[in-house]
């Protein structure tokens, strides 16, 4: 089992910056990757950002390049989301998600990750 704790969130500007961080403790070894999702109010939740630990790799919805960087220690259990240049559109529940070994996958597929965090609220203001 795989317990994760998301934080950084809270209450931004447009245009600001926020960091979000993501630890991961319990059975942690033989991960292939972590991302985030979000969900906004009234909408499904999407794919933001994943890192898969085989390269490192880092892929990111269309939405959000340029803009948001995910970066991971793998040694820490640990994952990360800078967001730069922040919208209102950008308002959402922020989760971390995980995976456990796999030789297939999809990353932007959230049935893929086995487990979430609780996630953290990220408001921005117009």
């Known amino acids: 089992q795989v317990q994760l704790v998301e934080s950084g969130g809270g209450l931004v500007q447009a245009g600001g910056s926020v960091r979000l961080s993501c630890a991961a403790s319990?059975?942690?070894?033989?991960?292939?990757?972590m991302a985030w999702f979000r969900q906004a109010p009234g909408k499904e939740r999407e794919f933001v950002a994943a890192l898969e630990w085989s390269g490192p790799i880092s892929r990111y919805t269309n939405s959000v390049k340029g803009r948001f960087t995910i970066s991971g220690d793998n040694a820490k259990n640990a994952v990360y989301l800078q967001m730069n240049s922040l919208k209102p559109e950008d308002t959402a529940i922020y989760y971390c998600a995980s995976v456990g070994y796999r030789t297939f996958y999809v990353y932007s597929d959230q049935n893929t990750y086995q487990y979430w965090g609780q996630g953290t609220q990220v408001t921005v203001s117009s």
């Open positions: 319990g059975r942690t070894a033989d991960s292939s990757a």
